[in-house]
């Protein structure tokens, strides 16, 4: 028999608490972009910056607070208001 072990979003809530990452090879501010989660690292991908598509990205991990940036060498067109899943090998991203 399974156990379901309900907890007030209260209790989780009072420990939760915000924490700033480090911004040091963050991707340049952006909007319209899409952002997957690995299971330990989250990919940021494309977007606009005012009207112009980006082609740039970085993988943010968690682990080390650290930001490394996405080789553009293969990277689709820019593009901003696309969709992106992770499939849990990898980012696919669709449409913008």
Known sequence: MPILLVVPAAAIAAEETWTPTATAGAPSLRGDYTAVWT????????????????????IYDLATDTW???????????????SAVWTGSKMIVWGG
């Not at 299971?39 to 970085?58: C, Q, R, Y």
């Not at 490394?68 to 696309?82: D, F, I, Q, V």
């Open 39 to 58: 299971g330990s690292k989250m990919i940021v991908w494309g977007g606009v910056a005012g009207v112009f598509p980006l082609d740039t990205g970085g």
């Open 68 to 82: 490394t940036a996405m080789s553009t060498a293969t990277a689709l067109a820019g593009r901003g208001y696309h």
